[in-house]
């Protein structure tokens, strides 16, 4: 009790500015923690796109790029309204194919869907508050980002914007959305594998690479205006 008492009286001697930090860092671990970046880093996507199970990863993969190769040569209601119609098929075709077996063995098993009928597929208000709280997180980060670079607060990152939008147009003038969904989609599965093999290698270029990008913004940066200002205040 001395313990909780001495925490709550300690949390609540904090200045208003470390409390909002305090906070500020909350929402960032828990916006963090359902970023696609840990989603790629949970354990069934690790071994997924490491090839740890080459079955389920070939399965995976293949329904991945057939169904992007789709959209790219169909539109998105044809690829809908095909795969709904091509599982229609399938549950009809087996559904009838089951009642005609019922009826030569004269046996009463009743519907072939029965169990998956009886299953309750609602969705519970808990998890659905849940997904809401999280969506709201990230649309309230994702303001806050935007308010941050377009509003020009840090006049460093706006350019790193700019410069990320400016080779963006050249990569929107070669490739479409799904052309490089359809790329990333073979990186996902092709790079870690590579990575895996030739780590040591790998990482060497990389750091090489990072030092050389760390040392150009630091040299930009002591050029810039309010540089030396934003700098003293860190």
């Not at 009642?99 to 309750?120: C, M, N, R, T």
């Amino acid at each position: 009790m001395d313990t909780q008492s001495s925490q709550i009286s300690s949390s609540q001697g904090l200045p208003d500015g470390q409390n909002s930090a305090a906070k500020e860092s909350k929402v960032s671990d828990s916006f963090l923690s359902y970023s696609p970046v840990s989603l790629i880093q949970s354990s069934q996507v690790h071994d997924l796109i490491h090839w740890r199970d080459p079955k389920k990863s070939g399965v995976v993969f293949g329904l991945s790029l057939l169904l992007l190769l789709s959209l790219a040569a169909f539109s998105v209601i044809s690829v809908i309204s095909y795969l709904l119609l091509a599982l229609l098929c399938v549950t009809i075709t087996f559904r009838i194919y089951k009642s005609v077996i019922q009826a030569v063995q004269k046996s009463s098993d009743g519907h072939p869907f029965k169990a998956l009928i009886e299953k309750d597929v609602s969705i519970p208000p808990e998890t659905f508050r849940k997904h809401v709280d999280t969506s709201l997180t990230h649309i309230n980060r994702a303001l806050k980002q935007m308010s941050h670079l377009f509003l020009v607060e840090d006049l460093v990152d706006s350019l790193k914007l700019a410069v990320v939008m400016w080779l963006m147009t050249y990569v929107g003038a070669v490739f479409n959305g799904i052309t490089i969904l359809i790329l990333a989609d073979i990186l996902l599965f092709a790079v870690p594998p590579i990575y895996e093999k030739n780590k040591t290698q790998i990482d060497q270029y990389i750091d090489l690479i990072r030092t050389q990008v760390n040392n150009t913004i630091a040299k930009l940066q002591e050029k810039l205006p309010g540089a030396m200002k934003r700098s003293k205040a860190e």
